[in-house]
């Protein structure tokens, strides 16, 4: 089995904050909606992504206060696109 040092892996997770992997996570979580071809799902997601995004504190985040407004933003296009969906 090939072992990876732990400091490599330390040293790359070291440039990232918790803003950067709800972005990834939001990411990730609409491009795995668009299979399912569903607004109602895509609502949903993006309206979680924007709980998160404000419900995670701003130390956390890089004390930047981007990522809450982002989360303001989707939650407000969150239920718009769940009630455009059949």
């Known amino acids: 089995m090939i072992e990876v040092p732990l400091q490599t892996i330390d040293n790359v997770l070291l440039n990232f904050h918790m803003g950067h992997v709800l972005v990834a996570v939001f990411v990730l979580a609409v491009l795995s909606a ?3 071809r ?3 799902v895509l609502g949903l997601n993006i309206v979680l992504a924007g709980a998160l995004f404000m419900l995670v504190p701003i130390s956390m985040t890089g004390d930047s206060g981007v990522y809450r407004l982002a989360g303001v933003g989707l939650l407000i296009i969150g239920p ?6 059949e």
Do not use: F
């Open 34 to 36: 668009l299979p399912l």
């Open 80 to 85: 718009m696109i769940y009630m455009a969906g």
């Open 38 to 40: 569903s607004r109602r």
